[in-house]
């Protein structure tokens, strides 16, 4: 069964269609603590099902915790799961095999994994990128009791009151914003696995590409430029064979070298007094600050190809 869904709050709306009662009601957030993106997704449908419904009570359990998983099956009358990731994926296996009759399984993705094939038979609720899912595996899920939520992106806990607090944060780092006729701003994408499991890597050709499409767009419509990186650019030494972490990249102000390798095109067709590159750091300026600036008509918004989760 197949629906199309928009929004976290939707996704929850028909989640809460199956339970006839809210009294005694639990939502589990099952977190996997190594993946700051999965975390960002569970906690976005968490946090909209705690809007929805106030007094439903949300705690969070690691998805590495299988026997405090199970523990909170045992502790209310019905219980949701919304799980993230192959570790979701994993949680949600080990406790569909203890049978619980009152438990609901929500899991959601960036994309189709392996182990969904086990999750069309065990969960409730898969939600999915629409542009993540194949005819192939539409027909797959037909005979199933799952109901597919179709999303435009992927739920994510950005809130008003995280993008304010941003803003407020690094309204000084945007200040130069006010002198520029007009400005795009650009994400970089990072290196992630695919569905089968093998690492997908944003280049050195993909950003030097990109500079070129979005230096271009800036230097005809006379644009500045803001450009953000994030902590999975650059995050593997392409050069190895081996593919090994680059331990040192996003930990100071040095860039890493994809990163790099956009700085130096871009300087080729932009001036820098018409480019300013936000390195990511832990603490450091973040994107969801220029949402305070969305409502301006000189900012254009610019998705760049890749990997990158916000």
Known sequence: MMKKMFFPPLI??????????TFGLEVVAVINQRNVGEQSQVRGVCAAMSQRLPEVQVQEISADEIN???GACQEQEKVVFVTAGVDGAKAVNALAAQNFPHVTYVHVSHMVLPEHAALLKEAQ??????????????KETNSKTVQIIQTVGVPHN???KVMKEAYEKDTGAFSWIAD????????LGGDAPTSNG????YTAEDTRKSAEYIGNLCKNEGR????????RTSQY????PDHKKLDWVHKDERLDPITQVFADKITEILPPTQVKVYNFTPGSTSYKGLYGFSKMPKMLFVSCPGNQRP
């Not at 030494?237 to 190895?240: F, L, S, Y």
């Open 125 to 138: 609720f898969v939600a999915l990128p629409k542009h993540a899912i194949s005819d192939e595996f539409l």
């Open 180 to 187: 520029q006729p007009k400005v795009a701003m650009l994400i």
């Open 12 to 21: 929850v709306s028909l989640v809460l269609q199956m339970m006839t009662q």
């Open 237 to 240: 030494d392409q050069t190895d």
């Open 198 to 201: 093998e690492l997908h890597f």
């Open 224 to 231: 500045s430029l803001m450009v953000f990186n994030g902590p």
């Open 68 to 70: 405090q998983l199970k």
């Open 158 to 160: 950005v809130t008003d």
